[in-house]
């Protein structure tokens, strides 16, 4: 099994709602990543676990929260987001860190009105 | 800016032609890596090419790093419609930090 599955693969929330995007991997990757990416441009890097510990933050605002409950699982906690916040996140998974290849998930596209 | 960049932006080639883009860096790096995007869905790892590596293939494409000039192509010969997508160079910087470049979106006229 070579999929990394990402769920929803569409949300649309307000402002004020809570959401939570669910990643799940079974390769037996220990490392997982979370990035957005708007259109037309790069995924940027949002999020790295390794072991299941929090690696790199990049800065992110705390309207977004990750968390990896084991090391199959993934999610990232959504609240209070912004118009701005719209676009497509992806999740991925890797053996190791960089120099090994990552698994991408078809992503959720997320619209915030 | 780390960020790689990519020309050409947009590339559109007729099937069966070659299709050639350049990704160049500023930054060092350990390996460098191609990926494909199709329509807005999740990136499919193509090929990987060590810092100590020159040139490398796998199937339709060929990969070439010349590291003294921070730069990186990707070849891919005898074109398909279903090559039709986005291709992203991706710098790995060390640990688990994989920055992208701006990407070449690619169509190929059937």
């Known amino acids: 099994d070579t999929e990394v599955t990402q769920t929803p693969k569409h949300l649309v929330m307000g402002m004020t709602n809570k959401k939570s995007l669910k990643c799940e991997q079974h390769?037996?990757?220990?490392?997982m990543y979370w990035y957005k990416q708007k259109a037309k441009k790069p995924p940027e890097l949002m999020f790295v676990?390794?072991?299941?510990?929090?690696?790199i933050n990049e800065s992110v605002p705390s309207r977004f929260s990750p968390e990896c409950p084991n090391s199959s699982l993934l999610n990232l906690h959504l609240h209070a987001l912004q118009p701005e916040d719209s676009a497509l996140y992806l999740c991925?998974?890797?053996?190791?860190?960089?120099?090994?290849?990552?698994?991408f998930g078809q992503g959720t596209r997320l619209t915030v009105v | 800016s780390q960020q790689g960049e990519e020309d050409p932006q947009a590339l559109s080639i007729q099937e069966g032609e070659n299709a050639t883009m350049n990704c160049s860096y500023k930054?060092?790096?350990?390996?460098l890596q191609w990926y494909r995007q199709n329509s807005g869905r999740g990136l499919v790892h193509l090929i990987l090419i060590r810092s100590n590596e020159r040139e490398k293939h796998s199937g339709r494409l060929r990969v070439t790093l010349d590291t003294s000039k921070k730069s990186s192509s990707l070849l891919i010969t005898a074109s398909r419609a279903a090559d039709t997508a986005s291709y992203f160079c991706?710098?790995?910087?060390?640990?688990?930090?994989?920055?992208f470049g701006a990407g070449t979106r690619l169509f190929v006229k059937a």
């Open positions: 930054t060092s790096i350990n390996n």
């Open positions: 676990y390794s072991y299941e510990k929090l690696s």
């Open positions: 390769m037996g990757h220990r490392a």
């Open positions: 991706a710098l790995d910087t060390g640990g688990f930090k994989t920055i």
């Open positions: 991925a998974s890797s053996q190791e860190g960089t120099g090994t290849e990552a698994f």
